[in-house]
């Protein structure tokens, strides 16, 4: 049956309150009382709160829908609270740890972006970190060298503790400022950004660099003669200029793409290599002993064949030169095939990146000129059209229920809530 609510609100909030069979059973006045309207706002705004359904505003409408004076009160007081999308109240600290912590994250996604995605004067660290991992592998070159073995290696020696403090640095503040993304984030989060494969490099280059300088330092011969070929991971560290592996990216793009005209050209290329070197060893074995076995012939057919010539092996029968300049011939074309293809294919796909960047950069001042033409059309008060917002707005107001149709909806409800509980 009906019932108003006595609360301290004003006007008081209209509930519906039905007596269980139970109470009713053991005839205790108002025992049993069932709030209908507080169980399914309860169910509402535990629904929203599943959802995350936004920004979810506690008012007074809905405290006094709560069941239970407590679930009320607890209500009044968070009324207006903001809620997250969990369906959690939002916290909001101080203003000066909040300023903190905007500054804390400010520095995080810079340094993050400087090292990471660098534009503008971050391309001088980057240059700056270039020409140290050159000059030091110019000096490990040297150090080769006997006659400036002593002066590069001294030299080598300091540049390399100068890299060692340079990259160490810059692999705890990469690691560092990681937590600016959402999946790097927490220990497990810096764990997965150490396990890319750039990361993955910098570490084997420190321990590298730090295994080489900690053997010189102590003067163990053996140790640093074991140890030297290890100055040569520098070329690893050329490796990591390109961190986000445009290159690779692109050359990949472009293999896949001409795929099977590559396919075909390596195909016919390996069938010519096979057959030519076949036929000048059943031609040359007998007369020449440089071609005494089928391996010498493939190693004489790859070296002619890719245009290399190095003169160690050559036919001295005139049919073996015959088969050899015929084949030549044809082979080369069909080798040097792979290398056209890549090259036109790289250019074709450098001008689809350019023509891709200028689509972007006219794709929103175009989505937002054709957004304002639609919205003043739309507006037009004169507009006779039936693609404007008039029709959808008549659909609306005709859809609508009346206040007589929710009346009987509403008594529809009662009645069936009060069959079943009896």
Not at 84 to 106: D, E, T
Not at 298 to 312: A, Q, V
Not at 355 to 382: G, M, T
Request: glycine letters at 10%.
């Amino acid at each position: 049956m009906p019932r108003h609510h006595a609360g301290g609100e004003e006007g008081g909030a209209a509930g519906l309150w039905v007596r269980s069979g139970a109470a009713a059973a053991g005839g205790r006045p108002g025992g049993g009382m069932k709030d209908v309207e507080s169980g399914r706002a309860r169910a509402l705004l535990n629904s929203a709160a599943a959802r995350g359904d936004g920004l979810l505003l506690l008012g007074t409408r809905a405290a006094a829908l709560g069941g239970g004076g407590g679930l009320r009160e607890s209500r009044r007081g968070k009324q207006g609270a903001r809620m997250s999308l969990l369906g959690k109240p939002l916290s909001y600290s101080s203003g000066q740890s909040c300023r903190r912590n905007v500054k804390y994250r400010r520095v995080q996604n810079y340094l993050y972006n400087v090292l990471e995605r660098p534009r503008g004067w971050a391309f001088v660290y980057h240059a700056f970190v270039f020409l140290l991992v050159f000059g030091c592998l110019i000096l490990s070159v040297f150090s080769t060298i006997p006659e400036h073995t002593k002066l590069a290696s001294s030299c080598l020696l300091i540049l390399e503790f100068v890299m060692i403090v340079v990259f160490g640095l810059e692999f705890i503040i990469r690691i560092w400022s990681a937590g600016c993304c959402c999946r790097y984030r927490g220990w497990q989060g810096r764990l997965r950004f150490a396990r890319k494969p750039f990361c993955v490099i910098d570490t084997i280059v420190l321990i590298a660099s730090i295994a080489v300088v900690s053997a010189k330092t102590q003067g163990n011969i053996f140790a640093t003669s074991a140890l030297r070929s290890l100055r040569f991971l520098q070329i690893l560290r050329m490796v990591r200029m390109d961190r986000r592996g445009g290159t690779w990216k692109l050359l990949g793009s472009v293999v896949y793409a001409h795929s099977k005209e590559l396919i075909t050209a390596w195909y016919i290329g390996f069938l010519v290599l096979i057959f030519s070197s076949f036929l000048v060893y059943l031609v040359e074995k007998d007369a020449n002993k440089e071609f005494s076995t089928y391996a010498d012939a493939l190693w004489w057919g790859t070296i002619t064949l890719t245009t290399i010539g190095y003169g160690d092996k050559t036919p001295l029968t005139w049919l073996g030169r015959l088969l050899s300049a015929g084949f030549a011939l044809l082979g080369i074309s069909f080798f040097a095939l792979p290398a056209g293809i890549l090259g036109s294919g790289f250019a074709l796909k450098v001008q689809e990146q350019h023509r891709q960047k200028h689509f972007e950069k006219r794709r929103n001042p175009a989505a937002n000129l054709i957004q304002c033409v639609w919205r003043s059309y739309a507006a037009d008060e004169k507009s006779v059209s039936i693609a404007t917002w008039k029709p959808h707005l008549k659909a609306l107001h005709t859809c609508s229920p009346t206040k007589k149709e929710q009346g009987e909806a509403s008594s529809r409800f009662v009645i069936s809530v009060l069959l079943c509980v009896c």
